[in-house]
């Protein structure tokens, strides 16, 4: 999957929440207000489920999701890592 | 303290009462009357657990499983006899909670402390129906439990001294402060809450502004971590409902009329967070 089709992806995701706001990809979400503590939680859920993955639980740190680039990046990382772990079988 | 402790109804509240008290190291009997709810609790305990460093910073110490290890689910009632303390959850409906108690009275030792865990039903009320006023309380729990270190306590005109003395040692030796205060409909947080909720429901049935205008204007403003409406959709719309119907005819106070809004939305299955829907999306 490439990085635009992620990244709008998310982008839609969050559109929904903040409806009101345009998200920029370097925008910290959690610094905006726009966001509550427990919207985090749906967040990660959203992401495992929609990119088929599983997160490892360092990885479930406000860091790596602060901003739509550091959450493109996590999930390329992860997808780069499963398909490593299946051609591996 | 106690060998076990009790936990009656397995819904958003008496899911997080059981986690906290197994992540304390009690061990807990969760009973519900569906098997369905119980094993959602079990997922949902788990999932808390996974996500808890999270929200709070701070490392978990002991796996899942052995958290889980410490709570029976449990659709049998009579597994309570044994417990000495126990939070009641089950859906805000005197009739439904008039039977549960009647039945817990019949089944528990005399000593065991009921603690109501209810959004506004009177304690003095429920405490008339199990023979043992004195043993009765209300621990409003907020939401969600692990998370929130503050628990109102309600004393009921007949609430012993002894009573309160062990609540406030239990909720303590779970990491929580508490305040008392007196009985009355909806106690101090949701006589208030409730109220503020439904005027905001009724300013966006009224287009007055909307959903995220409201929510907005009230973290920007006021400086509170969610507006009304996120709050409404935590609690759960049903709940909430409810809570204002309990309040309405607990005064005879037209004030605490619903908003018709609050009343398609529960008819709707629009509950909020734990259904996916409520003033917000929460699908995934």
Redesign the interface.
Same mark, same amino acid.
Request: proline share 5%.
């Given at each position: 999957m490439d990085t635009m089709l992620i990244k709008s992806k998310i982008k839609e995701y969050l559109m929904r929440s903040v409806r009101n706001y345009e998200i920029k990809d370097d925008d910290n979400i959690f610094e905006l207000g726009i966001v509550h503590s427990l919207f985090t939680i749906q967040l990660i859920m959203f992401i495992e489920k929609n990119f088929g993955i599983e997160l490892e639980d360092e990885e479930l740190d406000i860091e790596k999701i602060k901003t739509v680039n550091d959450m493109v990046e996590l999930i390329k990382n992860n997808i780069e890592k499963k398909e490593k772990g299946a051609l591996k079988l | 303290m106690y060998d076990y402790l009790g936990v009656v109804g397995a819904g958003v509240m008496g899911t997080g009462v059981a986690q906290v008290f197994a992540q304390s190291g009690y061990k807990t009997i969760l009973v519900d009357i569906s098997k369905e709810q119980l094993e959602k609790a079990k997922n949902k305990i788990r999932q808390n657990l *996974?996500?808890q *460093? !999270? !929200?709070t910073n701070r490392e978990i110490s002991e796996s899942a499983d052995t958290v889980l290890e410490r709570i029976k689910f449990t659709t049998d009632y009579n597994e309570l006899s044994k417990v000495g303390f126990l939070i009641e959850n089950v859906t805000e409906n005197w009739e439904i909670k008039k039977g549960v108690y009647q039945k817990l009275t019949e089944i528990c030792n005399d000593d065991c402390i009921f603690g109501v865990n209810t959004s506004a039903i009177s304690i003095t009320r429920i405490g008339s129906v199990t023979k043992k006023a004195q043993n009765v309380i209300g621990i409003h729990f907020m939401n969600?439990v692990p998370l929130k270190a503050m628990v109102e306590v309600i004393k009921g005109v007949h609430t012993s001294e002894e009573t309160i003395k062990r609540t406030k040692e239990l909720l303590k030796s779970i990491g929580k402060d508490s305040i008392v205060v007196n009985d009355s409909v909806g106690f101090v947080t949701n006589r208030a809450m409730m109220i503020f909720i439904n005027e905001a429901a009724f300013m966006l049935q009224e287009q007055v502004a909307?959903a995220?205008?409201i929510d907005?204007l009230f @973290?920007?403003c006021f400086g509170h @971590? #969610?507006g009304p409406l996120?709050t409404a959709d935590?609690i759960g719309i049903d709940t909430v409902l409810r809570s204002l119907e309990v309040l309405y005819e607990g005064y005879n106070d037209s004030k605490y009329r619903p908003c018709p809004l609050l009343k398609k939305m529960t008819d709707a299955g629009l509950h909020g #967070?734990k259904s996916g829907k409520g003033f /917000?999306? /929460?699908e995934?």
């Open positions: - | *996974r996500f *460093r !999270l !929200l969600p909307s995220e205008d907005t @973290k920007q @971590k #969610m996120q935590l #967070m /917000y999306n /929460y995934v």
